[in-house]
């Protein structure tokens, strides 16, 4: 899951810089993953946590993926009573 997040923010960011940050609180693991990229609409965040769930503004991009990773990485974290969410802006 960890893998598949982090490529997909190193697919989108162009230039600049990827992070992961890794936090413990008391009883639950938190991990993010901070990176430069292109941004995503508000609209359009919906769309990644779903079957085939593609972002029209990339299509321009290199992608070689066929949208089923962050639908995958979601389920996983479910699985283990987590949550996955998004928060971006485009640019």
């Known amino acids: 899951m960890l893998l598949n997040l982090q490529s997909n923010a190193l697919k989108f960011t162009e230039s600049g810089s990827v992070e992961i ?3 413990i609180y008391c009883d639950f693991l938190q991990i993010e993953v ?20 593609f972002v029209m503004d990339s299509k321009n991009m290199n992608t ?19 949550s996955i969410q998004v928060n971006s802006s485009v640019g």
């Open 64 to 82: 070689s993926g066929i949208g089923l990773g962050l639908l995958i990485s979601k389920q996983i974290v479910e699985q283990y009573e987590g």
């Open 34 to 53: 901070i990176d430069t990229g292109i941004g995503i609409k508000a609209e359009d965040q919906e769309k990644l946590f779903k079957l085939f769930g």
């Open 21 to 23: 940050r890794v936090s």
